[in-house]
C-alpha cells in the first residue's frame, strides 16, 4: 500500500525539497502541500493522508493547533519536522498527539524512514533530544491525575514498559514473543485504557511512572 503524505510548511523551497525526495521512495507518495496549520486541515479532510509531515511555526495557525485537530478528528498521524529541539510548540504538538518530532537537519534515510514508521503507528523521536525532551516534558506538564496503570493486563504493562524503552512493534514482539498484529492490538488497548493519543505519550508516561526501574 501507498504511504500518502501531506506536506506543511511556510517555506516553499522546503516542501518542494521534502516533495522531491519522499516521491523518489517506493510506495510513498506526496499528495498536497499546505503552508500554514488551516490549509493542512482543508487538505487533510480532502486528501485523508496517511502521515502529516508539519512544522511547528507557521503564519495563522501554527503546527500545534492544526496537529490538535487532526489527531482529534483522526485525519492523520502526525510528523513534526523542526529547526529547534527545546522549543515550547515541539512540547505542545506532542501533548497535542503528534507522533512524534526530527530536526530538520535529519538525513534523509531516517526521515524515510520515520515517515514509514509513524504510518504503521510507530513513534519517532530525535536521537539526540529524547532524553531532553522528556525531563522537559515532565517537567512543563499541567498537573492531572495519573493514569491508573491497574487497569492494564500483565501483558500490557510489559507492552508499555517495551514503548517506554523505546522499541519497536517488531522489537516488542521478539522480546515477548509474540505476533507484530498482536503488539499492535495491546499497543491500541494500553492507549485507550490510559486515554493517551498517541505512542510517544506513552513512552512518557512508562518513563514517569517507573515502569523502567529496576
Request: charged share 25%; proline share 4%.
Amino acid at each position: 500500500m501507498t504511504i500518502k503524505v501531506l506536506l506543511a510548511d511556510d517555506h516553499a523551497a522546503i516542501r518542494a525539497g521534502l516533495a522531491l525526495l519522499l516521491n523518489n521512495q517506493p510506495g510513498i507518495e506526496v499528495v498536497g502541500e499546505a503552508a500554514d496549520g488551516a490549509s493542512a486541515i482543508r487538505q487533510a479532510r480532502a486528501l485523508r493522508p496517511d502521515v502529516v509531515l508539519m512544522d511547528v511555526r507557521m503564519p495563522g495557525m501554527d503546527g500545534v493547533a492544526a496537529t490538535r485537530v487532526l489527531v482529534g478528528e483522526g485525519l492523520a498521524q502526525v510528523l513534526v519536522l523542526t529547526t529547534f529541539d527545546l522549543d515550547e510548540y515541539v512540547y505542545g504538538a506532542l501533548r497535542a498527539g503528534a507522533a512524534g518530532f526530527l530536526l530538520k537537519s535529519v538525513e534523509a534515510p531516517r526521515l524515510v524512514e520515520a515517515v514509514r514508521l509513524v504510518a504503521a503507528g510507530e513513534g519517532v523521536l530525535a536521537p539526540q533530544v529524547t532524553r531532553r525532551l522528556i525531563d522537559a516534558f515532565a517537567r512543563t506538564a499541567p498537573a492531572k491525575p495519573a493514569p491508573d496503570l491497574s487497569r492494564l493486563t500483565e501483558r500490557e504493562r510489559e507492552v508499555l514498559r517495551c514503548i517506554g524503552m523505546g522499541m519497536s512493534n517488531a522489537q516488542i514482539a521478539a522480546r515477548l514473543f509474540i505476533g507484530e498484529t498482536t503488539v499492535k492490538t495491546h499497543v491500541s488497548k494500553v492507549l485507550a485504557k490510559l486515554e493517551l493519543r498517541s505512542r510517544v505519550q506513552a513512552a512518557i508516561l512508562a518513563q514517569e511512572s517507573g515502569l523502567l526501574d529496576g
